[in-house]
């Protein structure tokens, strides 16, 4: 039976996403008046559905369909409306509005299901102009400090602030706090943003982890000198020292370990910065990324021996700092098991991946059994205003999930 309605949820997506910032699509930032006036639309939505629709302490909306045995843990579909600046149309809009499908569905079908499903647009989850990201399932997960409540923005306003500014209560934030068990599954399908399923010519890939990353910051102390009058044989260049700490670390992490590794330089400052001195110092950030925690240790702890031989060999000084650490999250088999039996169910076209990026499944991850699948966006770009996905991907994706609720909640008795 075809429970999902294709063109509706296309047409969803396509109304919310229309609500950007004109000369800047597709940018719907947190906490300004475009990204309220989207939640008001997905209120409007959810209530016209017949969902009871709430607001929380930590401005998390939230669209309820009772279950038959509302007494049960909640199952939570669930992703974010915010965007990053000049960001694309489906990056979090796909999951809440395929949740918001899947109750539709339900609803007009008279499908009874035992839990109450609770669709949720979880507040700021991009990178926020505070600083902080996953900012409402941090709510959720007790992971939202007092401390990080009075982060301000470039003008001076708080997080605090902000919350409220979007219909939460930051003074109560402690009661949106969720207790461990209260929820039996959160689900959240979202747009790849990489080229994995592309490649590999899937329609659907079950998420089998969120990588964790470590970020270590390398100080580079050389000699700045006179570039004309300083021999190349007499030279402590903290540039090439560092190119080849750069080159060392894409050599390690391209080597065998138990899971994908990925290792990145993204920031890299080097001084003085004239054509005519020889660089004095460089500092650099090294980002490692993997499922496996041994995996990043073993590139991290590789990585950093070859950087004490480099700098001695060159003969510069350098220091190494680890500023930090998110550990990474597995995917329970359970979970995963279900959901490769859903999307197998609809298509052949299945895969398996990890998520090389956070998302509000790391949060959630500490309250339930979290399960993601991602669909395929157009060249694996995201962030982008050309970030592109499928009609027909986005529709076999709520129906992945749509069936993994519903076999979930027929097996937990
Ligand atoms: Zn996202």
Not at 51 to 74: A, F, H, K, Q
Not at 129 to 145: I, K
Not at 372 to 383: A, E, L, W, Y
């Amino acid at each position: 039976m075809d429970l999902i309605n294709e063109t509706r949820l296309w047409s969803t997506i396509n109304d919310l996403a229309a609500i950007t910032i004109e000369d800047q699509p597709w940018t719907r930032r947190s906490f300004t008046a475009k990204y309220n006036e989207g939640r008001e639309w997905l209120m409007k939505q959810m209530r016209e559905s017949g969902l009871e629709v709430e607001v929380d302490e930590g401005s998390n909306v939230i669209g309820r369909l009772i279950g038959t045995e509302p007494n049960l843990p909640s199952i939570v579909i669930g992703s974010h409306t915010d965007t990053v600046p000049n960001g694309g149309r489906f990056d979090g809009i796909a999951g809440v509005l395929a949740g918001l499908e899947i109750v539709r569905a339900l609803k007009e079908n008279n499908i009874p299901v035992k839990h109450t499903i609770e669709v949720v647009d979880f507040t700021a989850e991009e990178p926020s102009e505070y600083g902080l990201s996953t900012v409402g399932s941090r709510a959720w997960s007790g992971n939202l400090t007092e401390e990080m409540l009075s982060y301000t923005n470039s003008e001076g306003q708080s997080l605090g602030d902000a919350i409220s500014y979007a219909g939460g209560k930051p003074n109560d934030i402690k009661n949106c706090e969720k207790d461990k068990g209260s929820i039996a599954l959160y689900l959240e399908l979202h747009i790849e943003q990489g080229p994995v399923l592309l490649r590999k010519n899937a329609n659907l890939g079950v998420v089998t982890g969120i990588v964790g990353i470590q970020r270590y910051k390398i100080s580079v102390d050389g000699l700045p000198n006179h570039s004309g009058t300083t021999p190349m044989d007499m030279r402590n260049d903290a540039l090439t020292a560092a190119s080849e700490m750069t080159l060392a670390l894409e050599s390690v992490a391209n080597g065998k370990f138990d899971q994908p590794v990925v290792g990145t330089v993204g920031v890299f400052n080097n001084f003085p910065n004239a054509s005519n001195v020889v660089p004095g110092r460089v500092e650099f950030i090294v980002e490692i990324r993997s499922i496996s925690e041994e995996a990043i240790d073993a590139v991290a702890d590789e990585f950093l021996s070859k950087v004490y031989v480099i700098a001695s060999k060159r003969d510069v000084k350098v220091e190494t700092e680890n500023v930090s650490r998110s550990g990474a999250i597995v995917i329970s088999d359970k979970i995963k098991q279900l959901l490769i039996e859903s999307c197998s169910s609809i298509t052949d076209k299945v895969i398996q991946l990890p998520s090389g990026a956070g998302h509000d499944a790391n949060q959630m991850s500490l309250l339930a059994p979290v399960g993601m699948v991602f669909i395929p966006c157009k060249d694996g770009r995201s962030h982008c205003p050309e970030e592109w996905a499928e009609k027909e991907d986005l529709y076999l994706g709520a129906k992945a999930l749509l069936n993994a609720v519903l076999a979930f909640s027929k097996q937990e008795q």
